[in-house]
Nanobody
Framework: QVQLVESGGGLVHPGGALGLSCAAS????????IRWYRQPPGSQREFVAA???????TYDDAVKGRFSISRDNSKNTVDLQMNNLKPEDTAVYYC????????WGQGTQVTVSS
């Protein structure tokens, strides 16, 4: 059974850093593309970053140079390191994978505020 569980959210000041983790089960993460999305308050869900089976990352322009996506095959987790956070990064962050259909985690809240 495919399952995704996000963790690591919290409250951080502008300019701070936070690391999120997506723990996957029911499939091997190194054979699928894992994506991070976020949903800001009152807005639609938007793409943040992805890592494909080869390990190559892609980023939305809004986070390029500040966020880094990585994969730990031994733990079956995909991490999102977020640096130089801005108030506009405030959102619920979700990880996503397409296996036989799209699966989403429950999300983790990130709040960037002074």
């Amino acid at each position: 059974q495919v399952q995704l569980v996000e963790s690591g959210g919290g409250l951080v000041h502008p300019g701070g850093a936070l690391g999120l983790s997506c723990a996957a089960s029911g499939f091997p993460i190194d054979q699928y593309t894992i994506r991070w999305y976020r949903q800001p308050p009152g807005s639609q869900r938007e793409f943040v970053a992805a890592i494909v089976s080869s390990g190559e990352p892609t980023y939305d322009d809004a986070v390029k140079g500040r966020f880094s996506i990585s994969r730990d095959n031994s733990k079956n987790t995909v991490d999102l390191q977020m640096n130089n956070l801005k108030p506009e990064d405030t959102a619920v962050y979700y990880c996503n994978v397409f296996v036989d259909k799209f699966y989403w985690g429950q999300g983790t809240q990130v709040t960037v505020s002074s």
